[in-house]
């Protein structure tokens, strides 16, 4: 039974350039949601998605956007790239919830975004 | 901006001392789980504590949930080398998951 797995695992790109993150959530798990974790800090919370839906958001500008898709599985996308934006992405999946119920979320091990 | 602050940032123990972490919110949580994160990985699920005053153990790992659910803790009795990490608490509240700023412990053989 495979975990949540992301792609790519590295990725290097430039100031202005676009990026999409894919995540594959662990098996029988419907909601995904996408961290951004700087360096020596904690992950913040960017936005979950649940039944093909945005579900919930955190404080990221609208250059952060996603998809899920029917198989549950989701992409995010950077537009516009900062340097600010260099981090770690982390994507969790979990079962469906009450809309301010958090299940237990197991996390991939990240994709490492660059921005030069 | 973030609403679950966690204390201390740093914590360096010699193996076998105890071990505590402080969550504190500035809102009433829903729900509070803790995830520990090694060096290099990503963060693994611990607990979860969902009533108020609730208090739940793992072997050496003590969780607790204030009263008012605004507050949590982990405390961690004899520390091991394997228990070295980053231990995050994070919380529900206002349909927004907040993780705190996490606490870093180093142990000591």
């Known amino acids: 039974d495979a975990g949540v797995t992301q792609s790519p695992t590295h990725l290097i790109k430039t100031r202005g350039q676009q990026v999409t993150l894919r995540c594959s959530p662990k098996?029988?798990?419907?909601?995904v949601s996408w961290y951004q974790q700087a360096l020596g800090q904690g992950p913040q919370f960017i936005f979950q998605y649940y039944e093909e839906e945005e579900r919930q958001r955190g404080n990221f500008p609208d250059r952060f956007s996603g998809h899920q898709f029917p198989n549950y599985s989701s992409e995010l996308n950077v537009n516009a790239l900062l340097l600010g934006d260099s981090a770690l992405y982390l994507c969790?999946?979990?079962?469906?919830?009450?809309?301010?119920?958090?299940?237990?979320?197991?996390f991939g091990p990240g994709t490492r975004l660059t921005v030069l | 901006g973030q609403q679950v602050m966690q204390i201390p940032q740093y914590q360096h123990v010699q193996e076998g001392e105890d071990f505590t972490t402080y969550c504190n919110s500035s809102t009433t949580l829903s729900n509070i789980q803790w995830y520990k994160q090694r060096p290099g990985g990503h963060p693994v699920f611990l607990i979860q504590?969902?009533?108020?005053?609730e208090v739940k153990k793992q072997k050496r790992l003590t969780f607790q949930f204030g009263e008012a659910k605004k507050n949590s803790s982990l405390h961690i009795t004899a520390t091991q080398t394997t228990d070295v990490g980053t231990y995050f608490c994070a919380g529900t509240g206002f349909n927004k998951f907040y993780f705190g700023s996490g606490t870093k412990l180093n142990v000591k053989p």
């Open positions: 969790a999946s979990s079962s469906g919830g009450a809309s301010d119920s958090y299940n237990e979320q197991f």
């Open positions: 098996s029988g798990h419907d909601t």
């Open positions: 504590l969902v009533k108020s005053g």
